[in-house]
């Protein structure tokens, strides 16, 4: 039975036509891997946009793995319509709106408001709970600091090193790791001094080098970031810790912990950890 869905967003930078395959199905969301590599991402409406994402709206209670999409099944796309096996199910585009992923930050935005907003929000958060604190996590930790212990140290091949043991590590299709340099290039985005710019092209560099050890899905994440493309739940972060009185940080983070399992969380902590490392007088 053909199945058909108006989408209410999706990025303005999606391809304007494109030929894929089904690639993964959650609850939430299903992606595409066209044939030119690029991944494009159906969400559920009540998740936000973000880099190569279509919006839609699921009837009650029905998820993504229960419209009988299969992984592998073609998948064709216009300016109009994705039609995905043959037609049965069918996205129409005609109405939807097209979404920017843009934020405006002040050029000369001060450390100490940051600071205030920043820490004022999570003081000393530890954004895991005792379930959550397995092996995995607590290796990333470890990792994490030592990452961060040698970019103030200014050892170069340090860095290149920790920063190449967290791409692709953890589980799941969107490894840790990632999760965790996704938020930290973020933070390093949106700063804009000479010393964030500086380790930040180094992360790009490493990263450009290094993608394939990681998932498809992941490694396009981090390839976006690369791009300064960000999922809105990241921007509508920065936003509100740059803006003036940090109203709706807490709000905004509370969105960033509710994606995934754990992606949310340590994309958050990628955040926290990249602006605390440039802002916060240590």
Known sequence: MRQTFSASSFDANLPSEFVGRVHSIFSKAFNIKTEEDELISIVAAEKLNGPNRILIKLPGDNDFTTLEIK?????????????????????????????SSKVEIEEKTLSSRVRD?????????????????????????????ELIASIKERDSAKISKNIKRLIGFGEGLTPSGDDFLVGLIAS????????????????????????????????????????????????????????????????????????????GRDTLLGVVEGLGLIVQDR
């Open 188 to 263: 390093l985005y949106f700063l804009g001094n000479s010393k964030s710019q500086h380790l930040l092209k180094k992360i790009k560099r490493i990263i450009n080098l290094e993608k394939e050890k990681t998932t498809f899905l992941s490694g396009k994440f981090l390839e976006y970031a690369c791009q300064g493309r960000f999922p809105e739940t990241i921007l509508d972060l920065i936003e509100a810790i740059f803006s003036e009185n940090g109203e709706g940080t807490e709000e905004a983070a509370r969105r960033c912990l509710d994606f995934g399992a754990t992606s």
């Open 117 to 145: 907003n920043l820490f004022g929000s999570f003081p000393q958060k530890d954004f895991s709970t005792k379930q959550e604190r397995s092996s995995i996590s607590q290796e990333l930790r470890i990792r994490i600091q």
């Open 71 to 99: 992984e592998g099944t073609r998948v064709v796309g216009t300016t109009q319509k994705i039609s995905i096996d043959n037609g049965n199910f069918l996205i129409s585009l005609r109405e939807a709106k097209k979404w």
